[in-house]
């Protein structure tokens, strides 16, 4: 009994020690970012960084302002989020609760396998076929844009939809829709009234993870977006927080390095409080 309890006590301070080393690098990262972006920010200026809508780093007199950044990523993000979750809900819904076992192998495969892909492999499809067609479609000079950029990553968000939600589907008691079938609803009812409600917070889960990718990613962006330091617009080339780190980081020094530093901390901090909101609206929910 005593050497069971104290292989309980080791194996419980392991999860604790690694548990810690987690929020460390966590806390260590916040602090690099912090002490690396704010000399850049004190040196711009807070409201002519974060407001200002030119960005010329390499110019005579350079120019640091992140406005079109900011709002390329949040009409990137939030477009994708528009295309992507509802098919990535429905579909994990279906494959969850519908789908026979043939058509649900098939369908999960095929969604483990965009789950591997890497983001370059889809840039580089986007760029080779989605690019040409949205410049042939709606007769542009240019293809590479923000809605090429909003469809990539609205694709690349669905595998992390799809698999978490289906796992949170998966977990909801078998009881809670028998009593709701027995007391005369549909099986379709069922699903969205008692199945969907019960799987909220894995679902919600779904959708942060999906934010996470798609505010996050830089390559397959830089390759269908255009690159350019415009302010947004669905048809013209645009620049995201990622892709504007990404695409200096390698030649920059002085300023423009320290300016960089400071996008990955609006970045940051931007994640940080798209996960928190959500968090909130999700723990509001449940107390009601």
Do not use: C
């Amino acid at each position: 009994m005593k050497d069971k309890q104290f292989l309980e006590n080791i194996v419980h301070g392991m999860f604790l020690i690694l548990g810690l080393i987690t929020v460390g690098f966590v806390l260590l990262i916040t602090v690099y970012l912090v002490l690396s972006g704010i000399p850049a920010i004190r040196e711009i200026g807070l409201f002519d960084f974060l407001l200002g809508d030119e960005w010329q780093s390499t110019a005579a007199e350079p120019s640091f302002g992140i406005l079109p950044f900011i709002l390329t990523s949040i009409y990137g993000t939030a477009g994708a989020i528009l295309l992507g979750v509802p098919v990535g809900f429905l579909t994990a819904v279906y494959l969850a609760k519908e789908a026979p076992s043939g058509i649900r192998n098939v369908v999960s495969s095929a969604v483990s396998l965009l789950a591997g892909i890497p983001s370059v492999v889809y840039g580089l499809v986007g760029m080779l076929v989605l690019v040409p067609g949205i410049r042939r479609l709606f007769h542009i000079p240019d293809g590479a844009s923000l809605l090429a950029a909003i469809i990539v990553l609205a694709i690349m968000i669905l595998p992390s939809i799809i698999n978490v939600s289906i796992t949170a589907l998966e977990a909801v008691p078998r009881e809670y829709e028998d009593a709701s079938l027995a007391l005369g609803a549909t099986p379709v009812e069922t699903y969205f009234r008692v199945s969907v409600p019960a799987a909220r917070s894995g679902i919600a889960a779904a959708v942060v993870l999906g934010v996470g990718r798609a505010i996050g990613e830089a390559m397959a962006v830089m390759m269908v977006s255009g690159n350019a330091p415009n302010m947004p617009s669905l048809f013209q080339s645009v620049r995201f927080l990622t892709t504007a780190v990404a695409s200096e980081m390698s030649y920059a020094s002085g300023l423009q390095e320290r300016a960089l530093f400071s996008i990955a901390l609006v970045l940051f901090f931007f994640i940080m409080l798209i996960n928190a909101t959500l968090n909130f609206f999700l723990k509001r929910s449940k107390e009601e």
